[in-house]
Structure formats: C-alpha cells, structure tokens
C-alpha cells in the first residue's frame, strides 16, 4: 500500500514502531497533493515548508525514544476557519483576506501537542455556509463534495491527509464525509472546544472530525476532546478512552428512523440504506423503526432561525464595514438574521429544549438512531447539497456520525448516520465500528 | 391564526424592516430569503411549545 493510502492510526503505529520516517511520509502527501489537488481543490492553502520542519522534528524525537502522543508524526488538514498560528486564515471570504492568527485554535493546538503535523489548510464555503468552495468530489470532480467542510472531505478522500478537523452548524461535517465516502463524526456540543475557530452560532458550531476509518476518527476524538477553560459552551464531563471502547463493540440496538428519512430520501437512497440496515440486522443487530417525537416538526425552522439570528450578531460589526465584500448566502442569511424578533428567537430555543426532552425515551430504549445520511448522493455543480438530514442533531447538540453503506448507480458514496444521547459518543463509535465491519469500508475513489 | 396567514403578515413586516434598514433595492435582493424566514418564523410562532420548556443553550452534562 502507497504511504498517502494509510489511514491515521496505521501511521502513527508505524512511526512509534520505527518502520514509518514522518519525513518520508510528509513528502509522500505533499507528492500526492502535487498530482491530484490541481483537479480536487481541497487546499486553501500547503504549508510544506512548516510541515517538513515539523515531520523532521518528529522524526528526531522518534530516534531519541520522545513520543508526543498518540499521533506523533501523523499529518492532518484543518478546514480554513481554524486558526492557525502565523498561516493565513480567511474562511473562503474576502472579508477576512490576509488574516494571520496569532495563535492556533484548541483543537489544532492539541492535535500539535499529541504529535500531529499540520499539513495546511483546507478550502471551506464562505464563513461556513453556502457560498462555494472551488473543491470538487473526487468520487466525480463534476459533483461538489458537500460542504462546508468541503476542502477537507475532499482532501481526506483524495488521499493527500488521512485526517482533517471540519466543522457542522447545520450539516457542513457529516455530509461532506458522506458523499466523499468517509467516516465523520460531529460530537455533542460542548465536547470538543471551538475556540478559534470562526464562529456561526452560539449554540450550534460543533467541531468535526474525518477520516477512512472509524478508529481513527476514534483516536483523533481523543485528542481533541475535553474541556477548555477558554470557551464557555466547553463541557466538564470527562473523556473516555474511546479507543478502547472500539474493542467493547457489539451489535446495536438501533432505532430506524423511516418517517421523514426514508421518506424524503431518493428511492435508491432508501433501498441501499435499508438494504445495509437489514445486512446490519443479519448480522446481529436488533432493528425495530422507532417513532420521531412530536417537536421533531419544528426543529428545521428552529435550527434555521436561531443560526440566522447568532450569525447575523457574530457578523454585525464585519458586515457594518464590508457589507459589500460579503457573497450573495452569506450576506443574506446576516441581513435576513438581523431582522428575525427576539420572541420568535426564543421560542427557538424552547424549541430545542422539548425536542431533546422528547427524544430522550428514544436514545434510551436505542444504542442508535439510523437513517441515510444524505436524501442523495452529492450533486453535479458548485451547490453544496441539502443538509435536512443533519439539522435535528445540530440543533440537538446529539452526536452524529456517518459510516460508508454503498455506492449509488452513478458510483458516488452513501452514508448510514448514527445519533446517540449526549456525552455518549464511546457507545456511538463502538457501534459504528460494529457496522464498519458489517458493511466493510468506503473504498478509494480513482483519480 | 391560520399558518399562511401568519406566514403572509411575517413576510410583509420583515420586508417593511429590510427596506428601512438595507434600503429598498437590498429589500428586493433580499424578497426570496426573506420569505423563508416569515415561513420559518410561522412555523415556530405556531408549534405549541410546553410551558415547561426553558429556552435550551448547551446540551446538559451526561449523569
């Protein structure tokens, strides 16, 4: 197997083992990245000069016996809405053009501090939201490769890093992994720090991660997760070893979502996800459809409102400025937030907290809730594909997770989605690996 | 009040609010979102939320 074909944890077991050089690796990716991201796009921006520093650092500590931690030596891409120390950071927006950062956001700075290297920084649609990134699918470079995390799905996909933080608001990080065939978690809201990290909303920005595989979504999670003193939404409630929980895996409980899911998805969407679904069922799994609770009506107009509204008061004095530097979505969802009443706001809000309420019965009796990831396989053209499937758990604040279940006619990925009770993504990882067995992983695409 | 009805009065104030304060050219762009704004907004305005449902920020600590 090629060296940009390695999955995370393979690499940094190869590099504590000493039969993998981070210097030879390093070269291997920004190799990779010279043939294919011409056609892809994935990255903003290659730090090769800081990434070969750091790999050969890496590889000095290596000869001395000096581990960093669990990922030493192991490169990934950071969507360009994380700060990072001294490389421009501009949120695919001229309003931010030229921005260096003085510091790194949390999760880059732990993904530093357990060894990893940052390879550079990955294309993202404008501040996150629906104005296009120039990333294409490398699945088929005539679809998008969702968004907004699209830089990074396709970057991991494109095999050019073999891990990359994105973020989700609405849908940006699970539908992204999904249509490029990968594994994507978005994890309770408050688990992973969102400090410097360019903000969308209070209450709905969670930080993502992709990758090939679901242990090395495990072991990026492990590093990046945990309480951070610098940002108020950060939850106190312990880390787990969600590594070990991998080897804890059994099958699920699962709680098929028909209504809604299965009903505004594509008829080949629905056949191959039920299809997976009953594999998962043969092979062990307790299947029963589960029943979506009565606020479950209301949660798209909530989700929508309430990030119109934070977004249009994060961006207030930047849009007071450069209105006019702003995209068409992008300013019209500030505009439009501006205008949305403050009762309507927080009946938003109550909103959230009854759905939650309602949906705890449900993640009881359930390991997880399933349903297809996507309505349909990522579309040809610049938009970035519809996130509807994404929004409850956004809102939620429930960890979400998507795993590779199939290919539709036209050969692009499908994904299976996993939610399960807040705090409880150990469960939720060991199921997905249960089902990654069952289902086998995402392939490579050819470029 | 009847949703459409609702959604309908919505969309007019919210296009009065956009002329005044984006001016009416920008009011204009702005028609289309701000139509999916009034339906989601009437949406919301109608869903009987329980009394005891406080406005919810972060998700709670797992137990």
Redesign the interface.
Known sequence: MSLHERGAAETARAIREKTLSPVDLVEALLKRIEAVDPRVQAWALVDSAGARAAARQAADEVAKGVLRGPLHGVPFGAKDIFYSAGLRTEGGSKVMAGFVPGYDATSVARLKSAGAILLGKCHTTEFATYDPAPSRNPWNLACTPGGSSSGSAAAVAARTVPLALGTQTIGSNVRPASYCGLVGIKA???RISTRGVMALS??QDHVGLMARSVEDIALGLGVVAGHDPADP?S???PVPDYLSALTRRRAPRIGLLREFFFERATPEVAQITGQAVERLGRAGATVEEAKLPA?F??V???A??IV?SDTACIHAELHAEKAELYR?AIR??I??G????GD?Y?????????F??ELLPLLERYDVLAMPTTPAPAPEGMATGDPQFQVPWSL???PSITVPCGLSASGLPLGLQLVS????EAPLLAAAAWCEDVLGRGGAPTL | MDRDKRRAEYATG?KA??ER??GAD?AK??GP??D??A???A???A?P??AD??????????S
């Open positions: 309770t809201f408050g209070y209450t939404s939850s106190r409630v606020s009506r209301a798209h107009a909530a929508n409102l119109r068409p019209g969802m505009e439009t501006m205008l949305v009443p309507i927080v009946r938003s809000l109550r909103i959230r907290g009854q939650r309420r939620s604040g429930l009770g807040v705090f409880t | 919210l609010e956009a304060r984006f920008r762009v702005l979102m701000i999916d704004t339906g989601f907004m949406e919301v305005a869903f939320v329980d449902d406080a406005p919810a920020f972060y998700a709670e600590p797992a």
